[in-house]
């Protein structure tokens, strides 16, 4: 029984003395690394330098390159969302005449011009002007496409391709042709224009009152 317990004594000594070196060896080395003199200050701005112009070259590599939607030609109705975000009236009406006789892009110039009426301080000559273009694109896109019409004719496709600035020469008579039959221009559109044009005398398809002048400009182009 004593030699047990001598035993038992003899392991709790050889425990103590070994936990005791671990921890003086623990001390000594955090000892080591406080004593251990800093790295220089100029390496690490040079560091924190280097990282920071990868991050701006990523940030300019991410910026240069153009955005998926004008990279594809065929999505041009998102470039001319993305003009009009940027309030570039111009270059996103270029880009809609680009597309014409496209039905859609008659629809996309015409928001684009009545965007450009609720624009405050406009001169009364630029909201007539801009008046006139609006009527004007909701005309000939109802004259080739025939939304509303009853009529069945169909432009021919030489005029639909290659001649389509022709119908811009085509005088249309606000008060002879009217609104009604110009699906494009909405009840709103109708207000603003009685409010600066008046009420037309009467209302008619495009085709049915200028399809003689479009004859006359087909026949002279050939």
Same mark, same amino acid.
């Given at each position: 029984?004593?030699?047990?317990?001598?035993?038992?004594?003899?392991?709790?000594?050889?425990?103590?003395?070994?936990?005791?070196?671990?921890?003086?060896?623990?001390?000594?080395?955090?000892?080591?690394?406080?004593?251990?003199? %800093?790295?220089?200050?100029?390496?690490? +701005?040079?560091?924190?330098?280097?990282?920071?112009? =990868?991050?701006?070259?990523?940030?300019? =590599?991410? +910026?240069?390159?153009?955005?998926?939607?004008? !990279?594809?030609?065929?999505?041009?109705?998102?470039?001319?969302? !993305?003009?009009? #975000? $940027?309030?570039?009236? +111009?270059?996103?009406?270029?880009?809609?005449?680009?597309?014409?006789?496209?039905?859609?892009?008659?629809? !996309?110039?015409?928001?684009?011009?009545?965007?450009?009426?609720?624009?405050?301080?406009?001169?009364?000559?630029?909201?007539?002007?801009?008046?006139?273009?609006?009527? $004007?694109?909701?005309?000939?896109?109802?004259?080739?496409?025939? $939304?509303?019409?009853?009529?069945?004719?169909?432009?021919?496709?030489?005029?639909?391709?290659?001649?389509?600035?022709?119908?811009? #020469?085509?005088?249309?008579?606000?008060? !002879?042709?009217?609104?009604?039959? &110009?699906?494009? %221009?909405?009840?709103?559109?109708?207000?603003? &224009?009685?409010?600066?044009?008046? +009420?037309?005398? $009467?209302? =008619?398809?495009?085709r049915t009152l200028y399809e003689n002048y479009l004859t006359k400009l087909i026949s002279s182009e050939k």
């Amino acid at each position: 029984m004593n030699f047990f317990f001598l035993i038992m004594f003899l392991s709790s000594v050889f425990l103590c003395v070994y936990l005791f070196n671990r921890h003086t060896t623990y001390l000594r080395q955090q000892n080591r690394k406080r004593s251990q003199p %800093l790295p220089p200050i100029g390496n690490l +701005e040079a560091d924190l330098s280097n990282q920071t112009n =990868d991050n701006a070259t990523k940030t300019s =590599d991410g +910026e240069s390159q153009p955005p998926a939607h004008l !990279e594809n030609p065929s999505n041009w109705r998102q470039s001319v969302l !993305e003009m009009r #975000k $940027k309030k570039q009236i +111009e270059p996103a009406l270029h880009l809609c005449k680009s597309k014409f006789p496209l039905y859609t892009a008659y629809r !996309e110039a015409t928001f684009i011009l009545k965007s450009t009426l609720q624009n405050e301080g406009s001169s009364q000559a630029k909201i007539q002007d801009i008046l006139t273009q609006l009527y $004007k694109t909701a005309a000939i896109a109802e004259l080739i496409h025939m $939304k509303k019409s009853a009529s069945n004719k169909r432009i021919p496709d030489k005029v639909k391709i290659t001649d389509i600035t022709l119908l811009e #020469k085509i005088p249309f008579d606000y008060y !002879e042709l009217g609104y009604s039959m &110009l699906p494009l %221009l909405t009840k709103k559109d109708t207000r603003v &224009l009685v409010s600066h044009w008046g +009420e037309p005398r $009467k209302h =008619d398809s495009p085709r049915t009152l200028y399809e003689n002048y479009l004859t006359k400009l087909i026949s002279s182009e050939k």
